[in-house]
Nanobody, 117 residues
Framework: QVQVEESGGGLVQPGGSLRLSCRSSGSVFSSFAMAWYRQEPGKQERELIGWISHNGASTNYREVMKGRVTISRDNAKSTLYLQIDNLKTEGTAVYYC?????????WGQGTQVVVSS
């Protein structure tokens, strides 16, 4: 059964911002590092955007993402967030979240982001 549900995607103009959410129904959300991934149209693989430690004390981002995205979490709400600023058309993708270690299988359905004018 799916234990994460992503939301917050939609159509946004270039230069705009979005905050995506990932609600976990899995056990002990606060015990696990979590990550955001994205899958661009026509591509098979999901690429890592970045991850956050179990308690939110540290974050790491792919080099190309640094300065454009911010990952945060609210363990009391079992929710992970991805703030994306200054979106470009290349940001069009389906965005997913999952645990860094022992990822949930299957993955959630993701949330679609379309960047277009």
């Amino acid at each position: 059964q799916v234990q994460v549900e992503e939301s917050g995607g939609g159509l946004v103009q270039p230069g705009g911002s979005l905050r995506l959410s990932c609600r976990s129904s899995g056990s002990v959300f606060s015990s696990f590092a979590m990550a955001w991934y994205r899958q661009e149209p026509g591509k098979q693989e999901r690429e890592l955007i970045g991850w956050i430690s179990h308690n939110g004390a540290s974050t790491n981002y792919r080099e190309v993402m640094k300065g454009r995205v911010t990952i945060s979490r609210d363990n009391a709400k079992s929710t992970l967030y991805l703030q994306i600023d200054n979106l470009k058309t290349e940001g069009t993708a389906v965005y997913y979240c999952n645990r860094v270690e022992t990822p949930y299988d299957p993955w959630g359905q993701g949330t679609q982001v379309v960047v277009s004018s």
